[in-house]
Structure formats: structure tokens, C-alpha cells
């Protein structure tokens, strides 16, 4: 089987015919922005330092240092996804405001952005979590950062990627939500689960 | 070694303890993901699987943090009275964090509270946390490294329950939390489950049983026993690596307990991810050191 690979900047046509579960990689740029970036773009109204038109974003805070021999540059250490749903209650109007069309996080997100998903035609996806030097070696050059007075964290690191993956589509442009699916089959499986153990713990007298 | 000498050398161990602890995962653990990963058959958890290992591997070679998020530093010290370094110990900690931030790199995380601004090398108020046990008559000291992720910390909670509730309501907690927030925490995770009388013994014991090494059992019988059927439990709700489905959940369930209080049962709960990086090493009064986690491990 091929590699589906998705080249930024990305187009609805690139990303329309792509659906839940599916395995993706990623080419050109990624930028990583997770709570402050959302807080300080969406509550305080600030300009975005970089342009998200068919863009990528990252739900990550890296570690970072500062190139061997040119210290003018960054070379990223280990950067893994952070949790998603964190971003949940800003990502619809993240989307809509900056044109973005792919976000890799990890974990699932919500009903809002699945919406937004659908209404503007984006995909989140899941890199797997905690995975962060098999994702910083897919970093090709740290071609700069923004707002890094946030700290390393929390900055804007913009991200030349090759082949960055595997991504996982969790939520694709039809609004489908895998890990909404997958959240209500365990819900549905818990009750039985639960009653089960709890026939055998009466410690009491 | 005079004690000047000794408080750089242990300085420098614990630092480059810490370094290692963020790039190496305990032997215990890695023996279990492999085992977890060897009995997945779907195609999303071989991936994820495949995905550790291949990060586990990365980080070894290109020496680095296995996983970016290296957590607020946690040390639980177990101190014989007679170790030359008693006084200086916590001091001695803050050192060696400062310095293995630097030389990992460790991600800065420490986060003042109020100023809301991180501190940049790992150390901050009241961080590293340090818990304290004293060994009486002894010279050495025993230290577990934990570097406490915000993902992995995010399932955490404790609550009282009225006696009435019983050990059913102290199932349906820890079902509670894993079946919302577990998928979030990089699974499969460690369990950490504290029942006592009241809600910081519980926290506090839940984070202990995290501690203790995979495959290990309660002291009694039926706290063993209940371990069992709620690891069995949570596996058989599948969420999988990564929360993406499959055989199991959990690496394990750890139950530690305080006697109660009759009119109380408090529960806490502590989670470990797949990157559960807890370290144990035993230093000695001539600032021998030996890695019981990772064996044969040199720093
Ligand atoms: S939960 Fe663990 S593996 Fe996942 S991002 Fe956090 S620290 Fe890393």
C-alpha cells in the first residue's frame, strides 16, 4: 500500500475523500500552537504572526535547543502531540478565522470541532502520543519562531516537515469523530464491567 | 571523600540519574508493553505499538527524552539517618535538577503559581516535590525519580466516600475517571489507586502505587485480589493504545491503603502513561550509586 501523503498548503480537494481511521503523512509546514496560542489569538484579539491559509497545526510543546555550531537556528529535540481537547472550546473559530485544514494532537476532540471540521473542511488528526523523538526526527529545519516569550512550550515553532506521520484521521471532513465513537462503546461497555467487580468487594462484616 | 566533595558528586549523579530516567524506560515497563503489544491484532494498535517501540529506540540512540512532556519532577526519597548527606539533600535536588534540564534537555515545566510564569529550569516552589521516609540505622539512601506528565496527571482526582458507598463506590471512581479521561493519558496506563480515611493520604498513596514495580501485588489478599478483577476490568473496556481500541488498557492496577476512619473511605487515583518514567537508584555513604530500575544502566 502507498503512503497517502498531504503536501501544505493543503486544498479541500486533498483532504475531502479522506475518512476516520485513515493513515496520513505530512510535507511542507507545521506550526505548532496549542493553549496560549488559541488564548491569545481568540480571547485576546491579537494578530496571528503567521499565515494559516491551508496551513497545519500542531498541538504540541517541544523541546527545543539551540543548533551545535550556528546558534542563530533551532534544531527540535522531541516533540510529541498534547492533549487535543484542551483546544476544544476554541477550535471551531481557530479554524474559521485561519484557514487551517489539518491539525494533528492527539486523544480525540469534540463535538465543536467536528463541526467545524464539516462547515470549513478540516481534519484533525492523532500522531501517537508520547512517541516525540520518532516525531522529531520527521522535523527537517525550525524555520522560525513566533511569540516566544510564551516560553518554549508555548511558542510558535514553524516546522519544515518530511513524511511526518503516521497521522491517524480522527475526525475527517464529513464530521465523523473517531474518538467519539470509540468513547461511547466504552461507556457502553463500563456498566456490566462495573456491576461485575462490584458483586465481590462486600468487605463489610 | 570529604563532604564537599561528596555533595558534587551526589549532585551530579541525581542530575544525570534524572537525565537518563528521561530517556529510558524502566525494564519492568518495557517488558510489559511488549507483552501488551505482542497480543494486539488490529492493524491501529500494531502502529501505535510500533510507534513506541521505534520512539523508545530513537531516544536510546540519538539520546534523547523519550517523550517531550518530561513532567514535574518528583523525587520520593527513602534517607538512612546515617547517610553523610541528610541536611543537604533537598538542596542538593534542586541542583540536579537545574543541571539535568540542562543536559538532557529537559523541557522547562515548572509553572509558578499566581506569577504564571514558568521558571525556565525545573525548579520552582516547592519543586522538584520530594516525599521523605527515613530509614533508621542505615547510611545509604534510595531515591525514585518520576517525571509527572500533565497528560498522565490529568486523570488524577480523590474524593471521600460515605461508608455506605462502599468499595463499589470506590470501583465506580476509578471507573469514572479512566472510562473519561484515560484515553487522553497515552494509554495502556498504570493505575495508581490509594484508599484510606482521608482525601491526601488517599492522593498521596495512590501516587505511591504507581511506584512499585510491575507485576507486584497488595500486601493483603483481598486488596490483591481486587487489583486483579479491576485491571481485568479495565482491559475489557479496550480502549487501547493510544485510545484507539484493542486488547488491553491497563499495564496494571497498584492499590495502596491506610487503615480508615469508620465514618470515611477516601479513594484517590494517580495515572502513569506508556512512557511511565520512574527510575529507583540506591546511592551509598561513599556515593557508590546502583540503578535497581534499569539494570546494568551506567550513567
Ligand atoms: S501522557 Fe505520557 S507519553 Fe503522553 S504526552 Fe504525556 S508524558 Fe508523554
Redesign the interface.
Known amino acids: 500500500m502507498s503512503k497517502t501523503v498531504v503536501q501544505t498548503p493543503i486544498s479541500d480537494t486533498d483532504i475531502e475523500n479522506l475518512s476516520i481511521?485513515d493513515?496520513i503523512y505530512l510535507n511542507g509546514y507545521l506550526v505548532t500552537a496549542r493553549d496560549e496560542v488559541h488564548h491569545r489569538f481568540l480571547k485576546q484579539n491579537r494578530e496571528l504572526p503567521v499565515d494559516l491559509v491551508g496551513g497545519a497545526i500542531f498541538h504540541?510543546?517541544?523541546?527545543v535547543?539551540k543548533s551545535e555550531g550556528t546558534p542563530s537556528r533551532y534544531e527540535v529535540?522531541?516533540?510529541?502531540p498534547?492533549?487535543?481537547?484542551r483546544m476544544e472550546a476554541y477550535e471551531k473559530e481557530f479554524i474559521r478565522r485561519t484557514g487551517i485544514k489539518l491539525i494533528v494532537g492527539?486523544?480525540?476532540m469534540g463535538s465543536q470541532t467536528a463541526e467545524g471540521c464539516r462547515i470549513y473542511k478540516a481534519i484533525h488528526t492523532?500522531f501517537?502520543?508520547?512517541?516525540?523523538?520518532?516525531a522529531?526526527?520527521c522535523v527537517e529545519e525550525v524555520e522560525s519562531v513566533e511569540w516566544l516569550d510564551l516560553?518554549?512550550?508555548e511558542a510558535m515553532w514553524v516546522l519544515r516537515v518530511k513524511e511526518f506521520g503516521?497521522l491517524?484521521v480522527s475526525i475527517d471532513t464529513k464530521g465523523n469523530n473517531?474518538?467519539e465513537k470509540?468513547?461511547l462503546?466504552?461507556?457502553a461497555?463500563?456498566d456490566v464491567?462495573?456491576e461485575?467487580?462490584?458483586r465481590?468487594?462486600?468487605?463489610?462484616g | 571523600m570529604d563532604k564537599a566533595q561528596a555533595r558534587i558528586t551526589f549532585i551530579d549523579t541525581i542530575a544525570r540519574f534524572t537525565a537518563y530516567t528521561s530517556k529510558h524506560l524502566p525494564d519492568d515497563v518495557r517488558t510489559k508493553l511488549k507483552e501488551l503489544g505482542d497480543q494486539e491484532d488490529s492493524e491501529m494498535a500494531k502502529i501505535i505499538y510500533t510507534a513506541m517501540f521505534d520512539d523508545l529506540t530513537m531516544a536510546d540512540a540519538l539520546s534523547r527524552p523519550v517523550c517531550q512532556d518530561t513532567g514535574i519532577i518528583q523525587y520520593f526519597v527513602q534517607v538512612g539517618t546515617h547517610f553523610p548527606l541528610i541536611d543537604e539533600i533537598e538542596d542538593c535536588l534542586r541542583e540536579a535538577v537545574k543541571k539535568a534540564t540542562a543536559l538532557a534537555p529537559l523541557r522547562p515545566n515548572a509553572v509558578e503559581v499566581f506569577d504564571e510564569k514558568n521558571t525556565g529550569n525545573n525548579v520552582g516552589v516547592r519543586i522538584p516535590w520530594i516525599e521523605w521516609e527515613l530509614m533508621p540505622n542505615r547510611d545509604d539512601v534510595q531515591i525514585y525519580c518520576y517525571l509527572a506528565g500533565g497528560g498522565s496527571s490529568l486523570p488524577g482526582a480523590a474524593k471521600v466516600l460515605m461508608p455506605l458507598e462502599g468499595y463499589e463506590g470506590v470501583v465506580k471512581f476509578v471507573f469514572d475517571q479512566i472510562s473519561s479521561y484515560g484515553v487522553n493519558a497515552c494509554p495502556p496506563l498504570l493505575v495508581g489507586i490509594g484508599i484510606a480515611g482521608s482525601v491526601e493520604v488517599a492522593a498521596k498513596l495512590s501516587k505511591k502505587a504507581l511506584l512499585r514495580p510491575l507485576g507486584s501485588h497488595n500486601s493483603n489478599p483481598r486488596g490483591a485480589e481486587l487489583e486483579a478483577r479491576i485491571e481485568k476490568g479495565l482491559n475489557e473496556l479496550h480502549i487501547g493504545p493510544g485510545g484507539f481500541s484493542g486488547k488491553n488498557s491497563v499495564m496494571g492496577v497498584h492499590i495502596e491503603q491506610a487503615a480508615r476512619h469508620p465514618a470515611t473511605i477516601a479513594v484517590g487515583l494517580s495515572t502513569g502513561c506508556w512512557a511511565h518514567r520512574r527510575s529507583l537508584i540506591r546511592i551509598d555513604a561513599s556515593m557508590r550509586y546502583e540503578i535497581i530500575s534499569h539494570r546494568g544502566a551506567t550513567i
Open positions: 481511521g493513515i504540541a510543546g517541544p523541546i535547543r529535540v522531541s516533540i510529541g498534547t492533549t487535543s481537547m492527539k486523544g480525540g492523532v501517537p502520543g508520547g512517541c516525540a523523538v520518532l522529531a526526527t516560553g518554549m512550550p503516521p491517524i473517531l474518538f470509540n468513547r462503546a466504552i461507556e461497555r463500563k464491567v462495573v461485575e467487580i462490584c465481590h468487594v462486600n468487605y463489610f
